[in-house]
């Protein structure tokens, strides 16, 4: 009876109560799922660059703009990397794109933490969704310019609204997708935790928060360019400084050359910022096998 139960089992059968052929399976999908992510990712940022510069250049020639003003990518180049000038050019719009970076970090998280945050309020009380979300919706319609006069008025010419208006430009669309994803937990989850004794708390964090996790990815992919956007207009309207700031100066002083450099400058960087995030997005997706949720 010893002899039998020592026996070693037939190959076939060992290999079938073996789980390590499916989790060698498993990882080598997750693999395949996140190399065609980055693909997929890297061909979107390759042909979003190549769509750009040629609107960018037929917009000049369809019409008809004058070369004094209009400026193409080889007058770009040409004022960064060609003039005299070429390396104070670039320095002194590296120096202002850095500011208006830091001011959209700001507008960014501001924003975004605030739309998590009421989010998880409209989760958890649905009184207070229906009594907040037409006030969102009211001061989403308010153009900005006409509540920046108000803003700077309140918290002055500072950071408090640099956060302010940049977290206002990212907070909406954010709110709205964080919203939904929180709702697209199956209801069967939720009642399961409330069978067990769970609260409303509980199924926030067990349930609804990991589903909502690709609403939450796509709420940080398009705050990116948002808070890109708010912090031009607070450098515009209220501060100064960075590349928002710059602008006006560069109008009035007819320097059209450094005026689409710094156009470009934030394009690009905002195309390549929107790309990694995008491409982190897919990946995380890829590797958690929720690719077709996103």
Not at 18 to 37: G, M, N, W, Y
Not at 116 to 127: E, N, W, Y
Not at 185 to 190: E, G, H, S, T
Not at 254 to 272: D, G, P, R
């Amino acid at each position: 009876m010893t002899d039998t139960l020592a026996a070693p089992l037939p190959p076939a059968v060992a290999r079938a109560a073996s789980p390590a052929p499916l989790d060698v399976s498993i990882k080598q999908e997750a693999r395949k799922a996140t190399l065609r992510a980055v693909g997929s990712s890297l061909l979107t940022f390759g042909l979003t660059i190549v769509a750009v510069v040629v609107l960018w250049v037929g917009a000049l020639w369809v019409f008809n703009v004058s070369p004094y003003v209009g400026k193409g990518p080889v007058d770009v180049w040409n004022y960064l990397f060609a003039l005299p000038a070429s390396g104070a050019n670039r320095a002194q719009m590296f120096s202002q794109l850095w500011v208006t970076l830091g001011h959209s970090a700001v507008g960014f998280f501001a924003g975004l933490v605030v739309a998590l945050v009421v989010a998880m309020i409209f989760q958890l009380s649905r009184g207070a969704e229906h009594a907040l979300m037409p006030l969102a919706m009211l001061l989403r319609s308010v153009p900005l310019v006409a509540m920046a006069p108000v803003i700077i008025l309140i918290f002055g010419r500072d950071f408090a609204s640099v956060a302010v208006i940049g977290g206002i430009v990212v907070l909406f669309p954010a709110l709205v997708n964080i919203v939904f994803g929180l709702k697209s937990a199956p209801p069967q989850m939720n009642d399961l935790v409330s069978v067990y004794g769970g609260s409303s708390w509980t199924t926030l964090r067990k349930v609804a928060l990991p589903s909502a996790l690709p609403s939450l990815l796509a709420a940080v992919r398009i705050s990116v360019p948002g808070a890109i956007t708010g912090a031009l207009l607070a450098e515009w309207l209220a501060v100064g400084g960075g590349i928002g700031g710059a602008v006006g100066g560069y109008i009035a002083a007819a320097q059209f050359s450094a005026l689409w450099t710094a156009v470009v400058f934030v394009t690009a960087t905002a195309l390549i910022l929107y790309n990694l995030v995008q491409l982190l997005e897919a990946v995380v997706l890829a590797r958690m096998g929720m690719s077709d949720r996103a």
